[in-house]
């Protein structure tokens, strides 16, 4: 059972409460854009990683409308013209330094 989640929402860290059962909620920083992107750890009692999840929240303050859609951001590492590091405990990924020029590419 998920007994604490914590996020990050746009870069700002956020500690979610137990509103009801498996309801949790949250405050948010204001987006000017009305895009959020969202972070989120479950642990379980004994303090483990129970899920981690990513998504895109879109308010559309107009339309009253909002759509929560799993983030579809990723990487691609063009092989032999960078190097790469991750850490996955920080969901972080930096790019380290060109191997080589790009020569126009």
């Known amino acids: 059972m998920v007994a604490r989640v914590e996020g990050i929402v746009n870069g700002a860290p956020v500690i979610f409460k137990r509103v009801y059962g498996n309801q949790w909620e949250t405050e948010v920083p204001a987006s000017l854009n009305g895009v959020y992107v969202l972070e989120m750890t479950a642990y379980d009692e004994a303090g483990n990683i129970d ?4 998504y895109l929240l879109m308010y559309d303050p107009v339309n009253l409308c909002t759509s929560l859609v799993p ?16 850490d996955l405990s920080d969901y972080y990924a930096e790019l380290i330094e060109p191997a080589q020029c790009c020569c126009g590419r």
Not at 71 to 86: E, F, I, K, M, T
Request: proline share 10%; aromatic share 10%.
């Open 71 to 86: 983030c579809p951001y990723r990487a691609q590492l063009v092989p032999d013209a960078w190097s790469a590091a991750a």
């Open 51 to 54: 899920h981690i999840s990513k």
